[in-house]
């Protein structure tokens, strides 16, 4: 319990805006924050959310969290559910 909240915290730390400042191909760091690599191979194209359609947004939103509109970054129910699946399949 203490890890989900000390990880809801860590998320509301984020700033979702600047996720279009994203480099195009991926470049890799550490947890200080220093350059390690790029990833070879990967070639995405940046395209603004506003060129995005809504239905596409739904399809995922849908299909990824039908509560994200509801929640910080992270689903407390969602979690519960996914443990509780987690231990009855092992048990």
């Given at each position: ?21 994203m ?14 690599s ?8 940046v395209?603004?959310?506003?060129k ?8 995922l ?13 992270i ?7 996914a ?7 092992e048990?």
């Amino acid at each position: 319990m203490m890890f989900g909240l000390v990880y809801y915290l860590w998320a509301l730390t984020f700033d979702i805006s600047t996720i279009g400042q994203m480099p195009q191909h991926s470049v890799i760091y550490d947890r200080n924050g220093t350059f390690y690599s790029r990833t070879v191979g990967e070639n995405r194209v940046v395209v603004p959310y506003e060129k995005v359609s809504p239905n596409f947004v739904n399809a995922l939103i849908s299909r990824e969290d039908s509560c994200f509109y509801e929640h910080h970054g992270i689903d407390p129910l969602g979690i519960a559910r996914a443990l509780s699946e987690i231990c009855s399949s092992e048990g």
